[in-house]
């Protein structure tokens, strides 16, 4: 394909993996924004992301595709997955609307705001294309290097003062000056008694013969799982395995077992 | 001899300082401090009449210039007097018959422990009726024309312990202020047409303005006119100013000041002469009170209210006559100074036979004072005499002018302006009898008063009678003085005008018909009053008395129309200004605040809701943008 | 094919992104659409550049990954502490801006 082609059009490989990779693309926005659980939204968006890098590949951004599969895909993603995993999930992770006509005013600025963006590159007249040819005649990652250190020298120079901003700031929101000594076993004892509320530590998870694992509720005396026993976050994620039936089928069993055994013991007298 | 001018109101103006600040220390000297300033200021106007008696007929203008007083671009108002022949004889009468009343007061006021504070007042009102006569232009004169109106109110209410007269005072200066409505909306009039205040720009070039604006400037001062000489509508004060001290009444209430509204319409003459329309409206406002007055003054017993009927009545010959134009100002101006005379020598007079009666004004408990009283009852006497119109004293002169002056207006106006004016000379001279003959004639009806004291009639003391006999003088014999060689008429031409009537009938006729309806007047009243003893108690009396003695239902029909109607436009204004002005406000105030209310809930505090609102912006902003590339 | 599809894909992104944002209560879900709106503003950068055929438009895109890091190392962190004062990573929680 010849320099001139290359500029005006693309050729049909990159056709088809535009259509492709970009289908594929969307689909993870739009997962990003619809699945119920942050954990698969990141994973989406890192998806949406890689496609991205490749798009960038394609389009002569050697350089800036693979720093997007290293800073963004591997590096700000898996620090989204670090929070997620601090955080804990939530209620807030609820697709609920609460807020009245919030999604629906949403959705028609959506629209209409994707309309006009496109609706204006439509009218744009976008009919030169001059390709990458020239400028990456000197190698692609030495022509951008000239361009950061000469012309964007002192915007770079200031997203690095801008990044050490950002460290600092981020270590002095998420840092906690501890200004009293930590509470020993003995107050904590003590406040649990003055509260009244739980005095003995909580009861440990459901111990079941075949099932003796944290997300496993312990039963009442009557049976029914007791809320208590289990983590807050695995109940908020209705990760909870409810073995009481199980439990209850089991002793059943159990019953009719022992009555077929007593009745087979009478049948043999 | 222009600078006498200032001073002929200062001196007035330095004793009524004096005396008004100068604390109880004063009391001993303070009247004849008061006297003494006031004679002082006479003896300046003598000295100034003279000097304009030596000039030539045109020369008789002087100018004092003291001060700018408001020196504004285009707004130029200056202290500044003119003394010509008309404030010459203005000041002559004020002065003089302003001395002789505070002589009189003198002997009046014995027993009064605020003596001094009277004369303080009787001096402040000197100084400000000179500032109106004398003043060189109207926003001047306007103040003169406040400070008599001031100074009348607290002559007036100066016995304020009774509630009558604290009532009268604020009557009088409520009545007032509608004619000084009228007096400042003229003088913004002749500034808008004109651009100055002063007399003698504003008389030069009334050419130039309109006849409307004239006209409407004529009626202005007309109701200014109405309000200060207690002219038909607003007349209601008068009667009821008699509540002040009889001194204060003669001076102010039959002399003066009630005389400034003759003063203004002849004043400005040169505007009125421009304003025909205005000119017949002043006609019938002075022929309606001529008999209006004349009507009350026969019904009421109370003396002084008897002559301030006649005041009202004597002062619409005065308006008729100015109304006239120049035919009839000299006559206007003549009428006004012998009124001056006998009408300010019968309130003396009834001022001493109160004196004497224990401050008795029923007529219908005097009686048979001739005996009792010899002074008072001449001077009464030759004043009564000259009032009617008796053959050679003052009043024949003066009164006989004006009625033939009305007839000489032609037409059926003439006539009828004529007949108003004999007719009232008719009833003047009934009335006049009908007071005389209840005084001084007739069988003693004399009865203690409330605390019991049985008058004992005496002659006053010479303080009083010497001023009564002075005036009696001048009711006798001014007239003649005046008449003889037309002095009076040569005096005051070059300033007023004067052209001759051409009247339908002859002035021996005009004499002969006035002698007629005298003698008829006359002789009814004697035979109601002279011939039969007359009841103490005033009889019930026809409907026309009974509306007559209650001042023709003037105050009735001032409270059913202008109180009543006023409290229902208050109502209506308070019910308008609740419900409309105050729902308006009320409304828009609601109306925001619920439209707020709503507002407020847009501000709902979620970040997201925000949001929403930004990207919609964006949207818009971007849909405007494409769309103006668009277009 | 026409490099301008990269564009639509752009806005596409972009809006989807944008919509994210305004349907999502959960602040990190929240912020990842913001960086879905990067992203897409990036690919459209890309794109032009390789159209002008310079190198601007991917100097641009990568100021925006630096400046996009660090605005995740700030937000992230104050999703952070904010869910450790209120325990709660909703954006609605915190509606203290009204009267």
Known sequence: MSALAAATSTSTGEAVQFWVLGTVAVIGALSTILMKKAVHSALSLAGTMIILAVFYLANGAYFLGVVQVIVYTGAIMMLFLFVVMLVGVTAADSLKETLKGQRWLAVLCGLGFGVLLIAGIANAKLTHFNGLGRVNSAGHVEGLATLIFTKYVFAFEITGALLITAAVGAMVLTHRERTERAATQRELAERRVREGVQLPPLPAPGVYARHNAVDVAGLLPDGTPSELTVNKTLRARGQIRDVSSEALNDLKALEQASAERLGREEASK | MENLIGLLIAAPLLGAVVLLLGGRRLDKAGHWLGTLFAAASFGIGVVLFADLLGRGAEDRTLYEKLYTWIPVEGFQADVAFQLDQLSMTFVLLITGVGTLIHIYSIGYMEHDERRRRFFGYLNLFLAAMLLLVLADNYLLLYVGWEGVGLASYLLIGFWQHKPSAATAAKKAFLVNRVGDMGLSIAIM??????????????????????????????????????????????????????????????????????????????????????????????????????????????????????????????????????????????????????????????????????????????????????????????????????????????????????????????????WILGGV??????????????????????????????????????????????????????????????????????????????????????????TASTMVVLVVGVGIAWSMYGRRPVPVVAPRGSLLTRAARRDLLQDDFNHVVLVRGGEHLTRSLVYVDHSLVDGAVNGTAAAVGGASGRLRKLQNGYARSYAVSMFGGTAILIAATLLMRAV | MNPVNYLYLAALLFTIGAAGVLIRKNAIVLFMCVELMLNACNLAFVAFSRMHGNLDGQIIAFFTMVVAAAEVVVGLAIIVSLFRTRHSASVDDASLMKL
């Not at chain 2, 009865?447 to 006798?476: C, N, R, Y």
């Not at chain 2, 004067?498 to 002859?506: A, M, T």
């Open chain 2, 421 to 510: 004016a004999l007719l009232g000379a008719g009833i003047t001279a009934f009335y006049m009898t009908r007071v005389m003959l209840l005084t001084f004639f007739g069988e003693k009806r004399w009865q203690p008063d409330a605390a019991g004291h049985e008058p004992h009639p005496h002659e006053s003391p010479k303080s009083m009678t010497i001023p009564m006999v002075i005036l009696a003088f001048g009711s006798v014999f001014a007239g003649a003085f005046f008449e003889i060689g037309e002095r009076f008429l040569k005096w005051l031409e070059p300033v007023t005008g004067y052209e001759h009537g051409n009247s339908p009938v002859s002035a021996m006729t005009v």
């Open chain 2, 189 to 414: 009039l002749l500034f808008t047409t004109f651009g100055t205040f002063a007399f003698g720009p504003v008389f030069a070039s009334v050419g130039n303005a309109t006849e409307g604006k004239l006209t409407a400037i004529a009626l202005m001062l007309l109701l200014a006119a109405c309000g200060k000489s207690a002219q038909v509508p607003l007349q209601s004060w008068l009667g009821d100013a008699m509540e002040g001290p009889t001194p204060v009444s003669a001076l102010i209430h039959a002399a003066t000041m009630v005389t400034a509204g003759v003063y203004l319409i002849v004043r400005s003459a040169a505007v009125f002469n421009g304003a025909p329309d205005a000119q017949l409206v002043v006609t019938i406002v002075g022929a309606v009170t001529l008999i209006f007055g004349a009507i009350v003054g026969c019904a009421k017993d109370d003396i002084k209210k008897a002559l301030a009927g006649s005041t009202m009545s004597q002062i619409g010959y005065m308006i008729l006559a100015a109304g006239l134009g120049p035919v009839g100002y000299v006559f206007a101006i003549m009428h006004l100074v012998t009124h001056g005379f006998f009408k300010a020598g019968l309130f003396l007079g009834a001022g001493s036979v109160m004196h004497g009666m224990n401050d008795e004004v029923d007529m219908r408990k005097y009686g048979a004072l001739r005996k009792f009283m010899p002074v008072t009852f001449v001077t009464f006497g030759l004043g009564y005499l000259a009032i009617i119109g008796f053959p050679g004293l003052s009043g024949f002169f003066s009164k006989d002018m004006i009625i033939e002056a009305a007839f000489a207006k032609g037409g059926t106006q003439g």
